[in-house]
């Protein structure tokens, strides 16, 4: 889908850049790739057994753009020119996905409906319409399907939820360890793996993670983006892309708070 101009330039705000570069390649090298926070720094690779990590470690926070807040839904909307957003509310602040990023904006004086702004973006809300204002141009907004926020009651002991469909699987992490599950061929598959962190990228909504079993690899990538269920056309805050055993799956999550 083609973007607008209004979300192809940067916003200086601590969620991040409004585009980047694109998922990373998995590594073709046997020896565990680097740890790279969001400065770019290199950390040392933690070299003790896959089950001992797992076993002592907590689970790593993961980017605040991948969570609802308070929020109790996801609402998606469908605007002109051709743009998909998520947006939800929560804390008395928006947060705002776009295909190529995610933004958190503060309430704005207005006459009618409700305004939120960050630097020179503007979402204008007025029942199920919408109008979203940048330097750069418009879009013209209409709201669409919304869904409940998962929580903890939904999906205990989980951080992080995501699946997706042909074929249907689904991957959680655990929320006090790492360590995650995989429901995979509509559930006739199922793996539980310690993974490493490689990348951590909390401004931009990135994260990487590997397999932390040398027996069965894997390279799992989540981005704070807008993403829609590519069955019922449900809105989430995070696109999940998963490689496994040479097959792509991909699909869409959220964080699940405490």
């Known amino acids: 889908m083609t973007l607008s101009p209004l979300f192809l330039r940067t916003a200086g705000v601590a969620c991040g850049a409004l585009w980047l570069a694109g998922c990373a390649a998995p590594q073709s090298s046997d020896e565990p790739p680097p740890v790279v926070d969001s400065t770019g720094a290199s950390a040392v690779a933690d070299e003790r057994p896959a089950a001992e990590v797992a076993a002592s470690e907590p689970a790593p926070l993961l980017p605040s753009l991948f969570f609802p807040g308070s929020a109790e839904q996801f609402v998606g909307w469908r605007c002109q020119p051709a743009q998909d957003l998520v947006s939800a509310y929560a804390d008395d602040e928006l947060r705002l996905w776009s295909r ?9 004086v207005v006459a009618s409906g409700a305004r939120f702004t960050v630097d020179d973006i503007s979402f204008w ?79 931009n909504g990135r994260v990487r993670l590997v397999s ?32 496994l055993d040479g097959q792509t799956y991909r699909g869409c999550g959220q964080g699940i708070a405490p």
């Not at 449900?234 to 696109?239: E, L, M």
């Open 125 to 203: 809300n007025r029942g199920d319409e919408a109008l979203v204002e940048s330097d750069n141009g418009r879009l013209d907004c209409q709201q669409d399907l919304s869904r409940s926020a998962m929580t903890r009651a939904d999906r205990p002991g989980v951080m992080f939820h995501g699946r997706g469909n042909e074929p249907g699987w689904i991957v959680s992490l655990d929320h006090d360890a790492p360590r995650l599950s995989l429901l995979l061929d509509y559930g006739e598959r199922e793996l539980s793996l310690p993974y490493r962190v490689t990348v951590m990228d909390n401004a």
């Open 212 to 243: 932390g079993a040398a027996e069965q690899p894997f390279l799992l990538e989540l981005e704070a983006r807008a993403c829609f269920d590519d069955m019922k056309g449900d809105p989430f805050p995070v696109r999940v892309t998963l490689t």
């Open 100 to 108: 190529q990023g995610a933004y958190r904006l503060a309430p704005a």
